[in-house]
């Protein structure tokens, strides 16, 4: 059984989750999850942000460098630029020249230099922004350098983190007679009024709590246990999918590894 799979206990009982997909985008990919308690969605949030690796410049090195700005923050500068991440790359031997890419830059003033600039050794790797300005360059001033981008994850550092993913609980909204002030006094626009009668999109909700203080006692908000909207918002590395994805492979991979470890110990 897979972690997506798992069961989850409730205290009225045992229910398999449920996943239902809200917005989906390369960027950005919305989901409901119910049935699950809070410390697995958290899970896969830090997987997210913490476990998917990704490619990122690492080292740097710096032959002319005649700009404004120290080689130490020309070399910072790049590590944090995003490269799109092919398949094919491999973490655990990121040291071997087969996952590593080299990246070249040579550029003269007067210039400003921008990520569109960098020349890498596989074609498929670039950066995810061509406009990311790195260096201005004045009359008679130069920078070239040589670099490696190599497969790292954003425990290690927050270049190599593809993305970010947060969570809050699914919210339950109660409308008890019909309040016209909740539409003006939310401002994201959970509530509408048609026809007669006051209506809610729960997916805008942030618990703000305007409405129930304007329409006193008219309306209740509160979070429902077991249920969460999760969202993932991709840098550009690699779709939002293919994250989630790969985040819920780490999870199941941890998750493994203790048990084999509980094992050996005995």
Not at 34 to 61: D, Q, Y
Not at 65 to 79: C, F, K, P, Q, V
Request: proline letters at 6%; glycine letters at 6%.
């Amino acid at each position: 059984m897979t972690v997506v799979e798992r069961k989850v206990e409730e205290e009225e009982g045992g229910y398999k989750m449920k996943v239902e997909t809200i917005e989906e985008s390369d960027d950005k990919l919305v989901l409901v999850i119910s049935k699950v308690t809070p410390g697995f969605v958290n899970a896969v949030r830090r997987s997210v942000i913490n476990e998917v690796p990704v490619l990122a410049i690492e080292k740097v090195f710096i032959s002319k460098n005649s700009s404004a700005m120290y080689d130490e923050i020309l070399a910072h500068r790049l590590g944090l630029i995003p490269l799109i991440t092919p398949s094919g790359y491999s973490y655990d031997k990121r040291d071997a020249p087969a996952n590593q890419v080299r990246v070249t830059l040579k550029k003269q003033g007067p210039a400003t230099v921008y990520s569109g600039d960098l020349v890498f050794s596989d074609p498929e790797v670039k950066p995810v922004f061509d406009n990311i300005p790195i260096v201005e360059l004045l009359n008679n001033q130069e920078v070239e350098l040589e670099a490696v981008a190599i497969m790292g994850k954003g425990r290690e550092h927050a270049k190599w983190s593809p993305g970010i993913a947060y969570h809050r609980n699914y919210p339950k909204i109660r409308i008890n007679r019909n309040c016209k002030a909740a539409v003006d006094a939310c401002p994201k626009g959970v509530y509408t009024f048609e026809n007669g009668q006051l209506k809610a999109d729960p997916l805008k909700c942030e618990f703000i709590g305007n409405c129930v203080e304007a329409c006193k006692g008219a309306i209740k908000v509160e979070p429902e246990k077991n249920k969460f909207i999760l969202t993932i918002e991709s840098w550009g590395n690699m779709p939002a999918r293919k994250i989630l994805d790969k985040a819920i492979d780490e999870v199941e991979r941890i998750f493994n590894e203790f048990s084999n470890g509980l094992k050996s110990a005995k």
